[in-house]
């Protein structure tokens, strides 16, 4: 799965470490999903989405397209 994390955070002008803190979660984990070692589950994904004022289908798509 793909994300938009980086482009829509640098949009905002936000660090890592700001939308960590917006999420509640760690630097480490905006690392992890902005590079794609690790998905959200839905829970996190919703309030990403929230974060951004966004669908979450705005910041998460699959890698391919479906069949």
Known sequence: MRNRLKVLRAERSWTQADLARALDVSRQ??????????DP????????????????????????PAA
Do not use: H
């Open 29 to 38: 984990t905006v690392s992890a999903l902005e590079s794609g070692r690790w």
């Open 41 to 64: 589950g839905l829970p996190l994904a919703f309030t990403i989405a929230r974060v951004f004022e966004c669908r979450i289908e705005d910041v998460f798509f699959p890698d391919s």
